[in-house]
């Protein structure tokens, strides 16, 4: 069956958008740019984004329906922080050029697990559409007003397509194997649409959205017992859907509400937690190469013993840092921080020296800056053994500080 992009009105079947035709003054160039931006009382239309019942449907690759509202409330938007600004200065993709919308791309994925993962990669092929989880060019270009926070395209927040090289090491799974004497998992194979339904624009922390687990418990429920042997009951393995979390963007169409720096002070809503909740799992051995040689017959490998995380635990481990009765094993009345907020250390707080928008995303280095060290708050602390100096700059081997602080403080899993 083709999948296709359906254009709903409820009420009525359209094949053009009658209301967008634009005013007869508006001129556009010849490269598509507005020489005179189409105003927003033409996009608000009653005809047009006006009317509270225009919605599209999409066919997902189930082949079940998912609906998009596409109304928005003129008074909701005016009342907004962008409520000054044209729709055409964020939505820079619309082609207005003889009053109709152009063929717009869309990214499908990104807003934490929200909806479907997509099911190929082509976001230029809008024929093929499995999912309304998606974004187009408005989270994209707030850069163009938002200039200091152009690092964002770089970081660690946007750079997901980098996960695209991640794969299981044949190699390494038979020697892992065999010592282990049990089928054994070196690496992950990427998945297409699954690694980007959390990393992606602007938008999918900025733009409000409803946010929900999808598991009614959580696994703070049973954190040592997942510690201890990865188990709910001592049988059942954790369910991954006990951190795993929806955010609904398509609840705030009508209202185009955004999430400013105020709010992520406390960030009260949990948007961070969206993502940034994992669990951890026992200890297990991993295993690296030690030399070029990556043959399953290679002896130039070794093994440590890690503890083994699922997805990004941090918002937890926070959790749990002040904790007296929550995981004795990692937890420990570390109040300090356990009252701390994200934003607290990175970048939206006022004394904040990390900068959420460029978390460094290129080189994948803990040591790099443009985020938080712990050493920005603690920088005066003179350790009494001298040598622990030569872990934290470039004379020796680098060493994050919550490397050895673990106790009742959340942990660095690069």
Partial sequence: MRRRLIWVMLTMVVTTWAGCN???STSVSVSGSLSSPVSNATCLAADCHGNTVLAKTIVNDQGNNETVPLYVNATLYAASTHGSQFCVGCHTDINAAGGS?????????????FSRSQAVESIRTNEVLRTRNYYTAA???????????????????????????ARIDANLTTIATEQEGKPTTIGEDYAAGNCNRCHASCGTCHFKSTIARKNSHSVLEYWDQAQTNNTTDGSTAVPDSMSEYYMDWTTNVASHEFRTRAYFATDTEGVCKACHTGFQKPAANAYYWTGPDHSATSTQWAKVKATAAKRHSQAYELQISGSTTLSPLTGGTNT????????????????????????????????????????????????????????????????????????????DHE
């Avoid at 989270?139 to 090289?165: D, L, M, N, P």
């Avoid at 460094?360 to 622990?388: F, I, K, L």
Wanted: hydrophobic share 25%.
């Fill in 101 to 113: 919308h152009g063929p717009v791309d869309k990214t499908y994925g990104g807003w934490a697990r």
């Fill in 336 to 411: 300090g921080h356990s009252q701390m907020t994200c934003a607290g250390c990175h970048g939206t707080a006022t004394t904040a020296a990390g900068n959420i928008h460029n978390l460094p995303g290129m080189t994948y280095e803990w040591s790099a800056r443009g985020d938080v060290q712990c050493t920005d708050c603690h920088g005066t602390y003179v350790h009494v053994e001298t040598s622990v100096a030569g872990h934290m700059d470039n004379t020796g081997t680098k060493v994050a500080c919550i490397g050895c602080h673990t106790y009742g403080l959340a942990r």
């Fill in 22 to 24: 634009g005013d007869k």
């Fill in 139 to 165: 989270s994209r270009s707030c850069v163009t007003c938002h200039t200091s926070h152009s690092g964002f395209e770089y970081s660690a927040h946007a750079t997901i397509f980098k996960q695209r090289a």
